[in-house]
């Protein structure tokens, strides 16, 4: 299948731009969508509040060069998860993921391994029962290493083959993309995807990452330096993708359930990094918060924490309740669809993330 042939597709059937993200379950005002990552102790789902979910994505499979999805890993297919779920109206959708930028150079290279990944991906759906598919190619080069052109259209390309062939078979299939917080190379024609999507989601964490030269939150709500570019934030992060073609009503607000540890030079805010930050689950962070002292940041409007521990100093940095409210706010000014989560069972258990969901999205 040809790229022309694939863009002509597009005018069929199935591939229309107003398929839009249905209402969410009757107790919420917006969609919930959360990432359930196959490492998961098994049965956590036990303590989730299915009646503030609208989404669960199972996280994830791998597809191979070829184009196939190895299915031979990570306990596939989670049966109870997918049976529970849906016996609590959740819709439940299949996580393809993929880091290898020279295996996302394979598959959108060609056009037989695009259309053999669409088809595997349909197989999945059908075989278990599931109500869609979520997209998570992270690390897409800019310019593909077997054409020496741009992966922009070769990645319109595949979603239009998947979305073809999910819509041709069931015209309710949902599909999910994941976005980066910002486009640094170029990659996402978010105009066209859009088109091809029934939902788009910006991952809006890892702003500072475990690499980061200096400590700061995955998600920060606010820049410090609004006018820089390069001060990125997850208000400017939403900002840029509606004004570059994203619905409002496809656009999804990712946000983490985890933070990061850093060694630092010392206490001070923006204190350079002596090391890779480690990555920890909000329960953990917020424990420790509460041993060390929660530190709230005006400007990010995030928590903090930072300790001495023999002369080293260390810094965490992370979301809680009030954080992630302050982010539902901006989901809801924004008039966008909603938010996902990365991940689900991070909290453990503990209510406050919940009670955050409820007070913003139930109705």
């Not at 910002?182 to 690499?211: E, P």
Request: charged share 15%.
């Amino acid at each position: 299948m040809g790229s022309a042939f694939l863009l002509v597709a597009l005018l069929a059937p199935g591939c229309d731009d107003d398929r839009n993200e249905p209402p969410p379950p009757t107790g919420l005002t917006r969609t919930v969508l959360g990432f359930y990552p196959y490492w998961t102790p098994p049965n956590e789902y036990e303590q989730f509040r299915f009646d503030l979910l609208s989404t669960l994505v199972w996280s994830s499979l791998q597809p191979n060069p070829d184009g196939t999805v190895d299915t031979s890993r990570f306990g596939w297919p989670p049966t109870d998860l997918i049976a529970t779920a849906q016996t609590r109206q959740v819709k439940v959708l299949v996580s393809i993921g993929a880091t290898d930028a020279a295996r996302i150079d394979d598959i959108l290279a060609d056009p037989t391994k695009q259309a053999t990944l669409a088809n595997a991906i349909l197989s999945l759906l059908q075989t278990h029962g599931l109500d869609g598919v979520d997209i998570d190619f992270e690390g897409v080069n800019a310019t593909n290493g077997i054409t020496a052109g741009s992966n922009r259209p070769l990645l319109v390309d595949l979603m239009t083959a998947i979305s073809q062939t999910l819509w041709t078979a069931q015209p309710s299939y949902k599909i999910n993309i994941d976005l980066p917080d910002k486009d640094w190379v170029n990659v996402w024609d978010v105009a066209q995807l859009n088109a091809r999507c029934t939902t788009l989601m910006i991952m809006g964490y890892d702003i500072f990452w475990s690499g980061s030269a200096y400590a700061g939150p995955p998600g920060p709500l606010n820049a410090d330096n609004p006018a820089d570019p390069n001060d990125w934030c997850v208000t400017k992060a939403v900002d840029v993708y509606l004004a570059a073609g994203a619905a409002k009503q496809k656009l999804l607000l990712g946000v983490p359930y985890y933070g990061y540890v850093y060694p630092t030079t010392d206490g001070s805010r923006l204190s350079p990094t002596q090391g890779p930050g480690v990555p920890y689950r909000y329960v953990d962070m917020a424990s420790w918060a509460s041993t060390y002292g929660r530190i709230w940041d005006l400007t990010w409007e995030t928590p903090a924490f930072a300790y001495d521990n023999a002369g080293q100093w260390y810094q965490g940095h992370f979301e809680d309740a009030q954080s992630l409210a302050r982010k539902y706010d901006l989901a809801i000014d924004r008039d966008i669809a909603g938010i996902g989560i990365w991940a689900l069972a991070y909290d453990s258990g503990a209510p406050a993330l919940w009670n955050a969901i409820e007070a913003k999205f139930a109705r």
